[in-house]
Structure formats: C-alpha cells, structure tokens
C-alpha cells in the first residue's frame, strides 16, 4: 500500500513571495491534515479536512496561508506571501476517518526555507 | 487544554541496554495516546498507540509503552537498545470526543542516541 505523498521534498524562496505544497493521501482515507514542524518542535495542526470539507481550520493563520481538498482526495497548501517565521517542515497525514482513535500516517514532509 | 511534555530533550543508551523515552500528558477525559519515531528528513512514523484496556501496548520495532493513569504518563520502552533505533520520538495524546480538543497534540521531541 502506498503511503502519503507529499512534494516538493525541499524549497527556498524569498520572503514575500508564494509558494505551494501537494499531498496525495492514503487512498481511500477520508481524513486529511496539514502540520507546521518547526525546528525543535512538535508538529502543530494548520488544517483537517474531512473529504472536501474543513473541520479544523482555527490555527491556519488565514490572512496568508490557504488550503483546499476540492475533489476529497489531494490537496494543496498554500502560503502568499512567505515570512521569515514560515520556515519549517510542512507535514500532510491522512486518517482513515474522523474516530479519536484513528491512527494519523504521515508523509516524508516538505522543507522550507524561507531568506 | 490537553498538554504533553516531554522532560528530556535528548536521552542516550548503550547498544543493547533497555531504554526509557519518558512522555507525560494532561487531558479533559480519557486519553489517547500516541508514540512516533521521526528519522532525518523524514516524516513521522507511527509505532504504537493507547486507547483502552491493557496498560502495556507492543508495537512495532520490539518497542512497547506502558500507560499508567495515576501518574498520566506514557512512557516508551525497549528491552535492548539497537544503534538504529538513533531518532526522534515524539508523544502525543488526543482527548476523548466531547471531553476538549479534537486535534493531536504533540510533545516537543525526545532525541535518543544509542551508543555503539
């Protein structure tokens, strides 16, 4: 079974310009999320996506981040415009549903460094 | 709000030796709780989790954790140590539904060195 896909692995831009991350889940996982992990730090919950639709939005900082699941199955994570404080490792993991009790599987995880 | 700490940045272990990865939580309800292993620039992989019932959960790799309600810990174990084992193990607990946050809170990282 193929696990979360994420890309680009690595990318460096310049403060204020955007850039965009993909993930593929799971197949047949309903549940997506997004994670910031910056250095040093666990993983913090941006976004949760059950299918298409938001559960969890309430730490996406909305006036430059965005994300979308449109069809239920990827999805893109969206920053515009970077900031220096946007450097970190962006994780996508994918559940098979909402349970408490699932078990959240997480992809290789995109770099970013933001000059 | 629901919490994990992880009390030790970094714990090193002599190959062969039993290691301890010390995880602490706080929740509303009833806990669920997680244990990851994430190697260098990789994502974190999964390797046990507690939900109900026995206090001892095995999971994968020989590691194994022990829940112990009264001192809301959750410590991760292994009988003997392997230089592979070198990573970063991350706690994390998830309270149950309707008790608080839905989201999986996680611990700030625990690096572990096995020493040949």
């Known amino acids: 079974e193929a696990g979360v896909a994420q890309s680009p692995r690595y990318k460096i831009i310049e403060k204020r310009q955007s850039v965009a991350f993909w993930c593929n889940p799971i197949s047949g996982h309903a549940t997506l999320y997004w994670y910031q992990q910056i250095l040093g730090q666990g993983p913090k919950l941006l976004i949760q996506f059950q299918n298409n639709g938001v559960v969890d939005d309430s730490q996406l900082p909305k006036d430059r981040f965005s994300a979308e699941r449109l069809k239920g199955v990827d999805s893109t994570l969206k920053i515009q415009p970077a900031k220096l404080e946007d450097s970190a490792v962006y994780l996508c993991?994918?559940?098979?549903?909402?349970?408490?009790?699932?078990?959240?599987?997480f992809g290789p995880g995109t770099r970013l460094t933001v000059l | 709000a629901q919490s994990v700490a992880q009390p030790e940045d970094q714990v090193n272990v002599a190959e062969g030796n039993p290691l301890t990865v010390k995880c602490t939580y706080s929740?509303?309800?009833?806990?669920?709780l997680f244990w990851y292993v994430q190697y260098p620039n990789r994502g974190l992989q999964f390797l046990l989790k507690?939900?109900?019932?026995?206090?001892l959960v095995k999971g994968s790799y020989g590691f194994e954790a022990e829940f112990n309600k009264s001192q809301t810990s959750f410590h991760l174990k292994k009988p003997s140590a392997l230089v592979s084992d070198s990573a970063l193990y991350f706690c994390?607990?998830?309270?149950?539904?309707?008790?608080?946050?839905?989201?999986?809170?996680f611990g700030k990282g625990t690096k572990l060195s096995v020493i040949p």
């Open positions: 993991a994918s559940s098979p549903g909402l349970q408490a009790t699932d078990t959240q599987y």
């Open positions: 507690y939900i109900t019932g026995d206090n």
């Open positions: 994390a607990v998830r309270d149950q539904p309707g008790a608080g946050s839905y989201q999986l809170t």
């Open positions: 929740v509303s309800g009833n806990p669920y």
